[in-house]
Structure formats: C-alpha cells, structure tokens
C-alpha cells in the first residue's frame, strides 16, 4: 500500500510580493481593521501562555478585544517558555560588528538551510529591533555593560553579537514581562484566564474555527468555549520522542487535534537536535536537561584523540584533545549552528562517552567572577544534576531533541488553512526552515504575539461577529460527544501497561529511527512498529482512576495516543525527503566528508500533510528565493 498521496499544490496567498523591505509594512495598510468600539464585539481564544500565547493573549486585549485565555499550567508564567534560557536574537547592531536587518535575514535563511520562506523571514529580522525595546520598557532586566548600554552575545549561525539575554534566564524574565501585560489585562476584564485547562478539540463550524473544548484538569469536567476566532500558542512536540529538553508536559494534542479537523500539517520531520545537553544517566529520566547555547561563547568543545582514553578530563594534557568544531570549521569555531555541532558530536562520540565543554581557558582569561556573571546559574544548575564542579571539571554534554521546526501550516498572516484558526510561536511551521538558529524561539514567540499576529488578525475579524453558536449546534455536540468518548475509551481499556512504558519505547523507537541520523530502512522499520505499537496501546495501557477528578494518568495518555499518530507522520514526511538538509539528516544523502547534501531540484518545497484518517495527502508549496540564493551551506 502506499504510504501518501499528492494532492494540489498550495501557496501563500497572503504574501505580498515587492521589494522584501517593505513587504510587511505593506500587509499591515492593506489588512482591513476593527475600529475600536467594535473590538468590543470580537471574542478570540488563546490557547497557551508562553511566549507567544501570552504576548498575542496581552495585546490582543489591550487592542480591545473579548479574549479568553488557555493553559494546562497552573499558572500562565509556568509555561515552558521560562525554560529558555541563552538569550533573544535582535538586529539592532549595538555592537558596530557589521549587523543589520539583512544580516540576520541572511543569517536565517541560510541557518534553515534554505527550507524558509523568504517573506517570514525578513519580517521576523524586521521585527526584531521592536520585540527590545517592548521588553525594556516592560522592565526585563536585560544585561548591560558598565556603561549601562545593553549587552549581547553571539549564538551559532552568526559571526556577529546580536544576542540580547539576561544571565541564562532570558526566557524567565521575558515571560514575566508578557506575563505582567497579560494579568493587566486580566485585571481590566478583557481577558479571562482558564489555568489548569486543556483543549481536547477544536471545533469547525461551517468552515470555520469557532471555539474549543477543554477539560479542567482539576474537576475532569468538559465543556465547550466559543470565540470568532481561535489562536493556538501551544509548543513543539519534541517529547513524541519521550526524552526531550521539554517540559514533561509539552505535548501536540491541540495541533495534531486542529491537523484532524483539516488544518495542514508542514515538515513534521524537521526537528532540532541541540548539542549541549547533559547526558542521559539511565532508564529512570523522563526528560533532559538543556545546558544554553551561549555557554559555547566562552567553552570549548573537545573529545580525547585517543577514543579509548579512560583517564578524567583534567588528566587529559591540551595536545591529546581534539578540538573538533575548531578543526572541522575554523571561521565559526564552537559556535556552528546546532544541527552542524549535532551531527559532528554524534560522529565523533557516542552516548556513553558524551563530549566535554571546558571552561579552563574562559576562566584563566576573564577570571571566574566573569565566567559567574555571564553563566552563573546555569552552571549552578549543572552542578546541582551532576553533582560535578563545571568551573573545575569540564562539562559533560551531548545532543538531544530540543525544537521543532515542523508544524501546522500558516500563510503569511498566521492563518492555517481553517479560517478563523491562527497559529503563532514553534506550534506553526514558519519562520526557521529546516533548523532554527539560537536564541530565535524567543524571537519568533514575541514577534509572532506583539506584532505580527495583532496587525493581521483584524483582516479576519472585519467579517465577524459570526453566527452566535450553542452546545445544541450539531457541529458542536458532535465534537464534544467524540471528547467524552476518547476520554471513556482510554479509561475503559484497564490493560496491564503504564502509560510511560509505551511512551518510553515509542520515543526510543523514534530516536533510534528517526533522531538525528534517519535511513530508508529504519523508517520503514518504524513505519512498520508505530502501528502495531499504537494497537497494543489501545489494547493494553492501564489508566487507573476516574476522569471525574485530577488524573494526570488520564492525561498523559491522551497526550501519548495522539503522539503515536504524529510519529507515523513524521516518518513518512522523514521518508519522502530523499535529501538531507538542516535538522532531518539522510545517511544516503551526505557529502564525503559527512555533511548534509541537500536536493534543491526535487525538494525545495514546504511539504504540507492533509489528514484523511488512512494515507495522508502531500500538497507542495514552492520556495523561491530571491535575496538569498541557495548555496552550499559551509561554516568552514
């Protein structure tokens, strides 16, 4: 049987066309607007509260609109958002070093390896220089020089410093910020928060997203919320691979429940591996720890030359290391983008030995009290896990998923291909292409909730109110009816199986097959294994308790079942992609010297999945290029 279908190609309708300059001042005088009395009348839903949800959440209802807002948290700031950690990308050029708009547009495209559209790209770079001065003046305490100018870092994919940051807890302070707006406007009554709430399902009316059903997660209750439009802020779905960086909770039920209803579904293979994690210690982890990318500043990255040298680090003289991101790519150094520092990690070590990120020439340079100032609590982090002084004993570290670039499909105004859902921060597929650069999740979230979404979605909600809807609409009882259903059917299993241990082997299944090395074989070996993994699931799991109360059982399988359906996707999208480019790495298709070899004539497209409950169907969209021409990507 085949494994897809081609359908029609689709594109960007909303894109402008022009000079790339002023593409996006274009969009927004052309979007139609709501003048401010009527705002009053347009509802929107928000669903997440990390960056992005929680700055399109806060804005939205300064702009003046009925907005209701969704976590799973108990707390919109517990959002995984606080978890970033090395800063947030800006082209401001404080530092004089050659940056610009186009630089950092230049710099994206080429990071993605050329699997971004150009038009998202340069809006984001665009963007950038507003996202900052936001965040001052909502008092994130940025890091400054002694002057008291703002400070910046350099991240991989760059040669210049346009990292803004705060220590390594850039995402905390930023959340907080978006967090202090969106309770302003809690505390005005124009937002109405629902914490402790998880969205089930999306519900389609005539066409269009109307609403959401949830389920608190305190009471089990569902019920249903109506809005003219719906805007899904919801995250990555890295732990379809069981360990990730991610929050234990991050999941893609509200995508993949939005990809059910007919929202496309782009590149789910495109998923980011990041080199400086700590290892795994054993069977009991449920998740990873992520040490930032900006720790490659001042560390160095280096394996023994002897793969059998047994001896500890400290022991190992300068001569018999390897410097290997120095030798492989001396113009970039420690800091190549992550899929590059990745694959060259996983070539050279393997997951027992782990690679080593020292801080001895940092330390002997700068001096500790510098070294603390920067990395402070992420080296007291390190510690705390590892029970290992980093600023005597270099870190140990090694790749592990991280983003993904994948996710539903949206036009340049953030719309998928349901009108009425809207879909911003790393739940879409937009802004990196097939590999994100450092620090630009934090980028893409706030552009993507203060500026983006807010200038466009008036275009939209120019034709609403729409139709009032009730829990009596068949469209509506019919959603809510197939919720309550799934959550008996989980219940009603009573196998002999935890929730973790399909998890668990999924996610090996995944990582073995589809991580970052990926080959026909493997592919079609879990293409065989997922189904028959999902039917055992459905067969065996055990999910004690009722769905009347607090279950987090209840939850996770949930969140586990509509996992075992994306990781199918994923390897078929991982399949079709006879190429290798950025995140998704083909063995067939490599270089001699191991790096990846992209196929610009057969797969420069956005592959965007339409769900049909049996083969799904692929529709294209083109990529053209014109200001930044695809190239072999070399960071020699």
């Not at 050659?98 to 998202?120: M, P």
């Not at 950025?582 to 057969?602: I, K, L, N």
Request: net charge negative; charged share 25%.
């Amino acid at each position: 049987m085949p494994l897809y279908t081609e359908g029609h190609p689709i594109s960007d309708r909303r894109a402008p066309d022009g000079p790339i300059e002023t593409r996006w001042d274009r969009r927004r005088f052309s979007a139609r607007l709501v003048n401010p009395a009527n705002r009053r009348n347009r509802s929107v839903i928000v669903v997440g509260t990390g960056l992005a949800g929680g700055s399109a959440a806060a804005t939205l209802g300064e702009l003046g609109y009925r907005v209701t807002s969704f976590c799973y948290q108990d707390s919109p700031r517990r959002a995984h958002s606080i978890a970033a950690q090395g800063g947030i990308n800006a082209a401001k050029n404080y530092r004089n070093d050659g940056d610009s708009v186009h630089r950092l547009f230049h710099d994206t495209v080429k990071g993605g390896d050329f699997r971004a559209r150009e038009s998202n790209v340069h809006r984001l770079a665009q963007v950038s220089v507003e996202i900052i001065d936001q965040c001052v003046a909502q008092g994130v305490p940025f890091a400054r020089e002694y002057g008291g100018l703002l400070d910046t870092r350099s991240f991989g994919g760059a040669q210049v410093s346009r990292t803004f940051y705060a220590r390594g807890q850039t995402g905390q302070q930023l959340l907080l910020g978006a967090y202090q707006a969106l309770e302003r406007q809690v505390a005005a009554g124009r937002v109405e928060v629902h914490p402790r709430t998880e969205m089930l399902d999306l519900l389609v009316v005539d066409g269009r997203a109307r609403g959401v059903v949830v389920r608190d997660l305190v009471t089990g209750a569902v019920s249903t919320h109506f809005a003219d439009a719906v805007v899904l802020a919801t995250g990555g779905y890295g732990n379809v691979f069981h360990l990730s960086t991610n929050a234990k909770g991050c999941n893609t039920t509200a995508i993949w429940r939005a990809h059910r209803r007919g929202a496309l579904f782009a590149n789910p293979c495109f998923t980011q591996i990041h080199p400086t994690c700590i290892p795994i210690s054993g069977d009991h982890q449920s998740k990873l720890t992520l040490m930032s990318e900006s720790l490659r500043n001042d560390g160095r990255v280096w394996v023994p030359k002897d793969p059998q040298d047994s001896r500890t680090p400290n022991d190992i003289p300068d001569g018999e290391r390897d410097y290997f991101l120095e030798r492989l790519y001396p113009a970039f150094g420690n800091l190549v983008p992550r899929d590059i520092a990745s694959r060259a990690a996983k070539n050279i070590s393997d997951e027992k030995r782990g690679v080593y990120l020292d801080f001895a020439d940092a330390i002997a340079r700068l001096g500790v009290r510098a070294v603390e100032e920067r990395y402070g609590n992420l080296f007291e982090m390190y510690q705390r896990i590892t029970g290992e002084d980093p600023y005597r004993v270099p870190m140990r570290i090694y790749p592990a998923v991280h983003y993904t670039m994948g996710g539903l499909w949206v036009d340049y105004d953030l719309q998928s291909t349901i009108p009425g859902l809207f879909v911003i921060g790393e739940a879409n597929f937009s802004d990196h292409g097939a590999n994100r650069l450092g620090a630009s999740a934090l980028m893409q979230g706030l552009a993507d909730g203060y500026f983006v979404l807010p200038g466009v979605i008036g275009d939209y909600l120019a034709d609403a109110p729409f139709e009032p809807l009730t829990e009596d609409h068949p469209a509506v009882a019919d959603t809510t009816s197939e919720v309550r259903g799934r959550v008996k059917a989980l219940l009603a299993v009573d196998g002999d199986r935890t929730v973790e241990s399909f998890h668990r082997e999924l996610g090996r299944l995944m990582w073995d097959e589809c991580g970052m090395e990926r080959d026909e074989a493997g592919l079609r070996k879990a293409l065989e294994r997922i189904p028959e993994l999902r039917e055992e699931f459905w067969r065996r799991v055990k999910v004690p308790g009722t769905g009347e109360r607090l279950n987090q059982e209840l939850e996770k399988a949930g969140r586990v079942a509509d996992f075992f359906e994306l990781a199918e996707l994923m390897c078929v999208d991982a399949l079709h992609r006879e190429e290798s480019c950025g995140g998704h790495f083909r063995s067939e298709s490599q270089t001699g010297g191991g790096e990846a070899r992209r196929d610009d004539a057969r797969f420069s497209y956005v592959a965007a999945w339409e769900f049909t409950g049996a083969e799904p169907v692929l529709h294209k969209e083109e990529l053209v290029f014109e200001h930044v021409k695809p190239s072999t990507r070399s960071y020699a």
